[in-house]
């Protein structure tokens, strides 16, 4: 199954997709894990070194390197046999291959077009045995949707807090990933420290769409202040977001 992980920028979906990737990595299948976001540390975040996190090549660079060994033609049909592709631009971490999109920009120069239309063809031409999975951890706000780069995917998981500016960028969100075609979309409430903040969440958004509440950790937050420290979950966050998982896994893991 294939997953975009969307939200307001602060609202945790960097530690909520390198959560996904070490859940599912577990079950025995590849997990790609796809750092989208420039601005961001997923890398770190699932346990890998940052310096080697960059010596990474982007993943735009494998459009060319496609196209001059198998041509143009056969651009979008990537099978086991261009695994060596896979393997030059990724970092295998266990279970979980992770790939990112590329450095952020300068002031004033190019916009990520060129790379979010090559991620938008990786990850639909991705074949993926039954208990693999990617996790794409998108760009902060609204803007990728505008772009089309999740086209393609299962299901946009949407993060948010007890904010009304987060509210409001999920519920956009929501309207854009229909205008893609996503068919499934969930919410993530995270940083939950009250019951009042959790009805805050649940009056906001209708139906089932909810998959979870993840409570405010203190040791979350110290440990983002830490250079290139991989995420550590206690056991009752863990728990909450195994449920999760297996919430995505029975909407979705049958596709």
Same mark, same amino acid.
């Given at each position: 199954?294939?997953?975009?992980?969307?939200?307001?920028?602060?609202?945790?979906? *960097?530690? %909520?997709?390198?959560?996904? /990737?070490? &859940?599912?990595?577990?079950?025995? @299948? +590849?997990?790609?894990?796809? $750092?989208?976001?420039?601005?961001?540390?997923?890398?770190?975040?699932?346990?890998?070194?940052?310096?080697?996190?960059?010596?990474?090549?982007?993943?735009?660079?494998?459009?060319?390197?496609?196209?001059?060994?198998?041509?143009?033609?056969?651009?979008?049909?990537?099978?086991?046999?261009?695994?060596?592709?896979?393997?030059?631009?990724?970092?295998?971490?266990?279970?979980?291959?992770?790939?990112?999109?590329?450095?952020?920009?300068?002031?004033?120069?190019?916009?990520?077009?060129?790379?979010?239309?090559?991620?938008?063809?990786?990850?639909?031409?991705?074949?993926?045995?039954?208990?693999? *999975?990617? %996790?794409?951890?998108?760009? /902060?706000? &609204?803007?990728?949707?505008?772009? @089309? +780069?999740?086209?393609?995917? $299962?299901?946009?998981?949407?993060?948010?807090?007890?904010?009304?500016?987060?509210?409001?960028?999920?519920?956009?969100?929501?309207?854009?990933?229909?205008?893609?075609?996503?068919?499934?979309?969930?919410?993530?409430?995270?940083?939950?420290?009250?019951?009042?903040?959790?009805?805050?969440?649940?009056?906001?958004?209708?139906?089932?769409?909810?998959?979870?509440?993840?409570?405010?950790?203190?040791?979350?937050?110290?440990?983002?202040?830490?250079?290139?420290?991989?995420?550590?979950?206690?056991?009752?966050?863990?728990?909450?977001?195994?449920?999760?998982?297996?919430?995505?896994?029975?909407?979705?893991?049958?596709?």
């Amino acid at each position: 199954m294939k997953i975009a992980i969307s939200g307001k920028g602060g609202v945790g979906k *960097t530690t %909520i997709a390198a959560a996904l /990737a070490k &859940i599912f990595s577990q079950n025995g @299948g +590849t997990v790609y894990a796809i $750092d989208a976001d420039p601005d961001a540390c997923l890398a770190a975040g699932i346990g890998i070194p940052e310096e080697e996190a960059l010596k990474l090549k982007p993943v735009v660079e494998m459009r060319d390197a496609i196209r001059n060994k198998i041509g143009d033609g056969a651009f979008y049909n990537l099978n086991p046999k261009l695994d060596d592709f896979l393997d030059d631009y990724s970092y295998k971490l266990g279970n979980i291959r992770f790939l990112r999109m590329g450095d952020p920009k300068k002031g004033g120069s190019e916009c990520y077009c060129r790379e979010n239309t090559f991620l938008h063809a990786l990850v639909t031409s991705l074949l993926l045995d039954q208990k693999d *999975t990617v %996790i794409m951890d998108m760009g /902060a706000g &609204i803007e990728h949707l505008s772009r @089309g +780069t999740a086209r393609g995917v $299962d299901m946009m998981l949407v993060v948010v807090e007890p904010s009304r500016n987060s509210v409001n960028t999920a519920k956009n969100a929501q309207r854009m990933a229909s205008d893609l075609g996503i068919k499934k979309v969930g919410v993530i409430a995270n940083k939950i420290r009250t019951d009042k903040e959790k009805e805050f969440i649940e009056s906001s958004f209708p139906g089932n769409i909810i998959l979870g509440f993840i409570k405010f950790s203190e040791s979350i937050l110290a440990n983002a202040m830490e250079p290139s420290r991989a995420t550590e979950f206690g056991g009752e966050l863990l728990a909450e977001m195994q449920q999760v998982c297996l919430k995505i896994s029975g909407e979705v893991g049958g596709q």
